[in-house]
Nanobody, 115 residues
C-alpha cells in the first residue's frame, strides 16, 4: 500500500495563504507526475495543479496566478502554495501520484476559507 501523507490544511480568511505539503515514497516520487486535486461538498473532484518528473507545472485556470506547485526532490515532497484564497477554494485537497499503471491518493486535508 503506497502512502501519501498530506499536511498544511486549515482555516484561513479570504485573501490569506496556506501551504500544503505531501510526502511520497522515494521510489514513487521519482517517477510520478505529482498533483493536487480538490473536492468541495456536493461537487466532483477536480484537478488543481500537477508537476512532472522534470518539474514542469500545470494549473487549472481557476488557480492560475494564485497557486504555485513545487517539488523538493531531496525530501520527496510536493508543495502547493496557495495565495489569495477565496471562499470558493474551500474543499478537501488531495495529493496524487500518477504513473503509467498506477494512481495513488492521499487521505485529504481540509482547507476552509471563511471570515
Amino acid at each position: 500500500q503506497v502512502r501519501l501523507v498530506e499536511s498544511g490544511g486549515g482555516l484561513v480568511q479570504p485573501g490569506g495563504s496556506l501551504r500544503l505539503s505531501c510526502v511520497a515514497p522515494a521510489d514513487i516520487f521519482a517517477i510520478s507526475i505529482m498533483g493536487w486535486y480538490r473536492q468541495a461538498p456536493g461537487k466532483e473532484r477536480e484537478l488543481v495543479a500537477t508537476v512532472t518528473v522534470g518539474g514542469r507545472p500545470d494549473y487549472a485556470d481557476f488557480v492560475k496566478g494564485r497557486f504555485t506547485i513545487s517539488k523538493d526532490n531531496a525530501k520527496n515532497t510536493v508543495n502547493l502554495q496557495m495565495n489569495g484564497l477565496k471562499p470558493e477554494d474551500t474543499a478537501v485537497y488531495y495529493c496524487n501520484s500518477m504513473g503509467s499503471d498506477y494512481d495513488y491518493w492521499g487521505q485529504g486535508t481540509q482547507v476552509t476559507v471563511s471570515s
